[in-house]
């Protein structure tokens, strides 16, 4: 028997609610590890670990722009082989200005604007705007990967565009996580920065509203925050991972792995991903996100 487009959106609703509730209901490590289910883990898990350390919370990958770029993409670092890429995520897809306690935020958002399981947002670097992050065929196809992890489990994702990196464009983000926990309360959020977006990232983590309804960061080819043991954020002990490329020129891997290093002594929740020979993009292109939201979520 045929269904009609109200039933099939029904049917949908339902699948999303039920797996928003297995994510929400996730109270252990190995329940919440699975929270959200493989998605062409074939193409973007399976990458080779050439060192591990501090109990597994370092882990060194094997990048080889020969094979990650030239052997993944159709056109090099601007279109990745069809394979790569699911679109019918597209239709949950839409641009967005959202007016924010009088500052005007442009969106991509993808997924559902109210009653999410979770929300993910991605603060690009310099010269970026919301487009980047809403690039299916960029970076891998890891975005599209992305949109489909968060959407495709009843979560959301926001890619805003950031007119500035200091306080000003810390206040837009932050008026952004206040309207995502408006919109679905009590879920949990994660904020992703990249290259000169973590200066976003770190200022979220002095103020005290964003942090409380935070789930955990991911910082990828950032600069380092020296002052990061006094902020809300490290009080409240949430989970911070780490991803750079060994030879990024732009900021240098040493740095951040310094800083990962002291906060592992600690015994602060935090994993660092060092992507071999990799540049100032590789960690975007590279990273792992079900594996990285997973880990967040069981936090």
Not at 16 to 32: D, K, M, N, R, T
Not at 70 to 86: F, L, M, W
Not at 106 to 120: L, M, Q, S
Not at 125 to 134: I, P, T
């Amino acid at each position: 028997m045929r269904m009609s487009t109200s039933h099939c959106t029904i049917i949908t609703a339902i699948a999303a609610f039920f797996l928003s509730a297995a994510i929400l209901s996730a109270v252990g490590p190995a329940e919440a590890a699975d929270a959200l289910p493989p998605f062409k883990d074939d193409l973007f898990s399976k990458q080779s670990v050439l060192e591990t350390g501090d109990d597994g919370a370092f882990e060194v990958i094997d990048y080889d722009e020969i094979r990650d770029i030239n052997g993944r993409d159709q056109i090099p670092q601007k279109r990745v082989q069809q394979k790569y890429v699911a679109l019918g995520i597209r239709k949950a897809q839409a641009d967005e200005t959202l007016s924010l306690d009088g500052i005007k935020l442009d969106v991509t958002r993808v997924g559902p604007a109210g009653n999410a399981a979770f929300t993910v947002i991605f603060i690009h670097g310099r010269d970026g705007d919301r487009r980047l992050g809403a690039n299916d065929y960029s970076f891998g196809g890891n975005f599209n990967r992305l949109k489909n992890l968060a959407a495709g489990n009843g979560g959301v994702y926001y890619s805003p565009t950031v007119k500035s990196f200091d306080s000003s464009g810390v206040a837009a983000i932050a008026g952004l996580i206040r309207y995502a926990s408006a919109q679905s309360p009590r879920r949990p959020i994660i904020l992703s920065c990249a290259s000169m977006g973590s200066q976003v990232c770190w200022g979220i983590a002095r103020d005290s509203d964003s942090v409380k309804r935070l789930k955990g960061m991911l910082i990828m080819s950032g600069v380092t925050d020296p002052d990061f043991t006094r902020s809300a954020f490290y009080k409240a002990k949430l989970p911070l991972w780490f991803a750079h490329g060994s030879r990024d020129p732009v900021y240098t891997a040493a740095n951040q792995q310094a800083l990962f290093e002291s906060l592992h002594k600690a015994k602060y929740p935090v994993r660092f991903t060092l992507f071999q020979t990799g540049n100032h993009g590789t960690p975007i292109r590279m990273i792992d996100w079900r594996k990285v939201l997973n880990w967040i979520l069981a936090g």
